[in-house]
C-alpha cells in the first residue's frame, strides 16, 4: 500500500507584513486546517489550544488575535449568516474576556500593546 500525500493549500497569514508582529505559534495553520472540517473542529482546535497555552501571555496573545483574523477571514457582509466567523467572534470573544480578566502587570501591558 503507498502512503497518500494531501496537499493542503493553507492561506497565508499576512500579519508581519501588515503589522509587523512575527508569529511564534502554529495556530494560524492549526485553525485553518480546522476551518476545512467546520465549527466542530475549530471548537476544538480552540479548546485545546487554550488549555495548552492560557499561561503563556505570549501565545495566549497570538491565539486572541488568530481569532480575531479569522472572523474577519470568515465574514462575507453580502451574506445574511456567516457561520464560521460568529464560531471564530464568540471563541476571540471567551479568550479576550479571559485575559482581560486574568493577565497583569507586564503580561497584560504586552497582550494590549501587541493586539492594539
Given at each position: 500500500?503507498?502512503?497518500?500525500?494531501?496537499?493542503?493549500?493553507?492561506?497565508?497569514?499576512?500579519?508581519?507584513?501588515?503589522?509587523?508582529?512575527?508569529?511564534?505559534?502554529?495556530?494560524?495553520?492549526?485553525?485553518?486546517?480546522?476551518?476545512?472540517?467546520?465549527?466542530?473542529?475549530?471548537?476544538?482546535?480552540?479548546?485545546?489550544?487554550?488549555?495548552?497555552?492560557?499561561?503563556?501571555?505570549?501565545?495566549?496573545?497570538?491565539?486572541?488575535?488568530?481569532?480575531?483574523?479569522?472572523?474577519?477571514?470568515?465574514?462575507?457582509?453580502?451574506?445574511k449568516?456567516?457561520?464560521?466567523?460568529?464560531?471564530?467572534?464568540?471563541?476571540?470573544?471567551a479568550?479576550?474576556?479571559?485575559?482581560?480578566?486574568?493577565?497583569?502587570?507586564?503580561?497584560?501591558?504586552?497582550?494590549?500593546?501587541?493586539?492594539?
Open positions: 500500500m503507498g502512503t497518500a500525500i494531501i496537499n493542503l493549500r493553507l492561506p497565508r497569514w499576512t500579519v508581519e507584513e501588515e503589522t509587523g508582529y512575527k508569529p511564534i505559534t502554529t495556530f494560524w495553520q492549526d485553525f485553518s486546517i480546522a476551518d476545512r472540517l467546520g465549527a466542530g473542529a475549530i471548537r476544538s482546535t480552540y479548546f485545546q489550544a487554550f488549555k495548552e497555552w492560557r499561561g503563556n501571555y505570549k501565545f495566549l496573545t497570538e491565539l486572541v488575535m488568530v481569532l480575531n483574523h479569522k472572523i474577519f477571514q470568515h465574514y462575507d457582509p453580502n451574506r449568516e456567516n457561520p464560521l466567523a460568529e464560531v471564530y467572534d464568540e471563541l476571540w470573544k479568550a479576550d474576556a479571559w485575559a482581560m480578566d486574568n493577565l497583569k502587570g507586564e503580561e497584560l501591558s504586552y497582550y494590549i500593546d501587541t493586539l492594539d
